[in-house]
């Protein structure tokens, strides 16, 4: 008799366990990939990017992932990622990781060179597989450039794009001269963007304040 | 085909019609409808009142459970005190009782003492010699022979030895009076030491009959509670609803201490356990903090019960006491030890938020970034006080956690009789509308089919007029024929 209730205190502890094991879960998480634009005199708005690139190394958590990448004349390379991340479950070794990651992306924004030009979509398919990588629940995909692709001679990027909830977001897109000239250009490029992005399965935003703290919110 | 079309080209003839084929349509099932209402409101109002009665006799059986529940906390309450009361009268006659002997001893050397002192004060000193007579015949001899010198000497030296004897004597007896006084006067200490003993002794038992007469009380209390009086009741319930209100106000102050220590420990538990884990939308490192804080006050709780201040669990009120010393000393161990481990944290807690702000620090300023200035260590060491304490203040809880849960058994039965109460009548109320809303809408039928109705009404009528108007002749024929069988008889 007393074997039968030790054993059913036993089973009923084991279940306990069973239930509780079965009800961790894995926290949502946010994969989060910014593109730098080098071209051109695009590069003098770097600083800018290092600001924003700071802001998101003080507010990602634990078991987030942050990479930035440059944007180049073929943007689609490992050799393109400037520095990347995933946050450790100990805030201490988080903060050492993010004291890396800032002094990584102050040196290459001190050393950064011109490219002549401007390879969007490799870098956002780049982007793509690494955050697929990742598996964070939250996928964005930030691109610090005025949204004007140029490409080599030679280079395809015709290609479709997957980007099934996935957050495009293009911070900073300054206007061209000849967009000053003929503001249509600027709409046109925009809305070519946004159109390519929904039609992957993605979500278009564009941030041009940077200060309002609001809208950089993931 | 629409109503207006029932004969061609007439639609106010077709309304007309197919209003009036409405109405007898209605009239023809109208004792129908009408006891299929009833019928409905008859199944409705029965059940309604069954359910009332249910609740009325639910709130009668928890009134009646109430009550024995609270009378029986009553007399578990009134026999603790009893019991408490006994202890401490018994650990006064002992203690009374264990120095009676000594002070009886004293009071008896003190007597023995005076007794003495008494009994020299009683001796009487030597008396005066007797050869006053002597002196006497002496002096007799001065009338008999007259003028002579030598008997004159004889009585002068005689007058002088007499003067002189006598200021001896006077002055033996005034220090023998002396030596009495002062002992007397020693004697006077042994009767204040006297006084001073059955002072105490009378003291003593003033406070034993104190402790009787508080017994009395309780046991008077205690009958009340055997036999059930009202009066008991009532004084039990006032005194549960107070008890209940004072607990629920302390361990609602307790949350907050909790809520506080909760807050001090979370953070940094996020550096021990998997940041990155949840369980139902809840970090594990929040969890983990919340559970250490139940285990301090499970072990809190274990620890009021083995050292006897409540008694929530039997298992270990009832345990020998030697096990029971023992397990208090392991919760105690154990409760200083999550006390460390919480100081533990707070210390870490420290240097988790300054790192955290020189990296923002680092993040704003870059390598520009002004190096922090040594921080004061008191906020540190007041953490680290509080994460020590707060677990040990919490044990507490317990006290007014077992009044809560002793007196809110209660309470909640006594809610719970009253909700049921205030159901049963609702629905009395809702079985009693619904009858009349079947009144009104049996009338709201009948208006539905007026016309019909009106119609049948006259008929009724019309038989009933003329069977009215028939009847005092009938009854004219019957008091005839009345009248002829008894002229006949």
Not at chain 1, 2 to 25: G, Q, R, V, W
Not at chain 1, 63 to 77: E, K
Not at chain 2, 303 to 320: D, Q, S
């Amino acid at each position: 008799m007393t074997y039968l209730i030790n054993s059913f205190k036993f089973s009923i502890l084991a279940m306990l366990i069973l239930i509780t094991s079965a009800c961790t879960e894995q926290k949502p998480s946010t994969g989060l990939y910014i593109l730098l634009d080098t071209s051109g005199t695009y590069t003098a708005e770097l600083k800018k990017a290092q600001q924003i690139i700071h802001y998101y190394l003080a507010n990602l958590g634990p078991g987030d992932s942050f990479a930035v990448a440059r944007i180049d004349s073929g943007s689609f390379s490992e050799k393109d990622i400037v520095a990347k991340v995933t946050f450790d479950h100990r805030p201490s070794r988080a903060n050492e990781q993010k004291r890396q990651f800032a002094t990584t992306i102050s040196e290459f924004i001190r050393t950064v060179k011109s490219s002549a030009y401007t390879d969007i979509n490799g870098g956002l398919l780049l982007a793509s597989e690494y955050l697929n990588e990742t598996q964070a629940s939250k996928k964005v995909v930030m691109i610090f450039s005025d949204m004007q692709e140029e490409l080599p001679k030679g280079f395809v990027r015709d290609f479709s794009l997957n980007l099934a909830n996935y957050q495009v977001v293009a911070l900073n897109a300054t206007k061209l001269r000849s967009d000053n000239l003929d503001p249509k250009k600027y709409m046109a490029r925009m809305d070519k963007w946004q159109q390519r992005i929904e039609e992957s399965g993605g979500t278009w935003r564009v941030i041009n304040d940077l200060e309002r703290e609001d809208s950089l919110a993931l | 085909m629409s109503i207006a079309n029932f004969i061609p080209g007439q639609p106010i003839l077709s309304w007309i019609l197919a209003i009036i084929g409405g109405m007898l349509i209605l009239y023809f099932i109208r004792p129908s409808a009408h006891q299929l209402l009833d019928n409905l409101t008859s199944l409705l109002v029965q059940m309604l009142k069954l359910l009332s009665r249910s609740l009325v006799l639910s709130a009668k059986n928890m009134s009646v459970r109430n009550k024995e529940v609270l009378l029986e906390q009553g007399k578990q309450q009134a026999e603790r005190e009893l019991e408490r009361q006994f202890i401490r009268l018994g650990s006064l006659v002992e203690k009374d009782l264990a120095r009676y002997p000594m002070v009886q001893r004293n009071i008896e050397q003190n007597i023995v003492t005076m007794e003495d002192k008494l009994r020299q004060t009683s001796e009487v000193s030597a008396p005066l010699p007797e050869w006053t007579e002597a002196v006497e015949s002496i002096a007799k001899l001065k009338d008999t022979t007259k003028n002579d010198a030598v008997v004159g000497k004889l009585l002068q030296a005689i007058y002088e030895a007499f003067h002189s004897q006598q200021k001896e004597v006077t002055n033996t007896y005034k220090k023998d009076i002396s030596q009495r006084h002062s002992i007397l006067k020693s004697s006077m200490g042994h009767w204040r030491h006297l006084l001073e003993k059955v002072g105490t002794v009378e003291k003593h038992w003033k406070h034993l009959n104190e402790q009787a007469k508080k017994i009395d009380l309780q046991v008077e209390r205690f009958e009340n509670m055997v036999q059930g009086t009202d009066k008991a009741q009532r004084l039990l319930k006032a005194s549960n609803s107070t008890q209940f209100f004072i607990s629920l106000v302390v361990i609602i102050i307790a949350g907050f201490g909790a809520f506080v220590n909760y807050n001090l420990i979370a953070l940094p538990m996020s550096e021990l356990m998997p940041a990155t884990s949840q369980v139902a939308g809840y970090d594990v490192a929040t969890i983990a903090a919340a559970v250490i804080i139940m285990l301090e006050l499970t072990v809190g709780l274990f620890f009021m019960e083995a050292i006897g201040i409540t008694r929530l669990f039997p298992v270990i009120h009832f345990m020998e006491d030697t096990k029971r010393t023992i397990f208090g000393w392991v919760c105690i161990l154990f409760l200083l030890a999550l006390c460390c481990v919480e100081a533990g944290l707070a210390y870490m807690r420290e240097g988790m938020v300054a790192d955290k702000a020189m990296l923002t620090s680092f993040l704003v300023a870059g390598d520009a970034a002004p190096i922090a200035a040594e921080a004061s260590s008191i906020p540190m060491i007041g953490q680290m006080t509080l994460g020590f304490v707060l677990p040990l203040i919490l044990m507490f809880v317990a006290i007014p956690f077992e009044s809560f849960i002793h007196t809110g058994r209660h309470v909640l039965g006594s809610l719970m009789v009253n909700i049921f109460v205030l159901l049963s009548t609702l629905l009395r109320s809702v079985s009693l509308f619904l009858k009349q809303f079947t009144n009104s809408l049996k009338n709201v039928y009948d208006i539905f089919c007026f016309g019909p109705l009106w119609v049948g009404h006259l008929i009724e009528q019309r038989p009933q007029s003329s069977k009215a108007k028939n009847e005092p002749f009938e009854k004219e024929l019957e008091h005839d024929a009345v009248l002829t069988i008894t002229k006949e008889s």
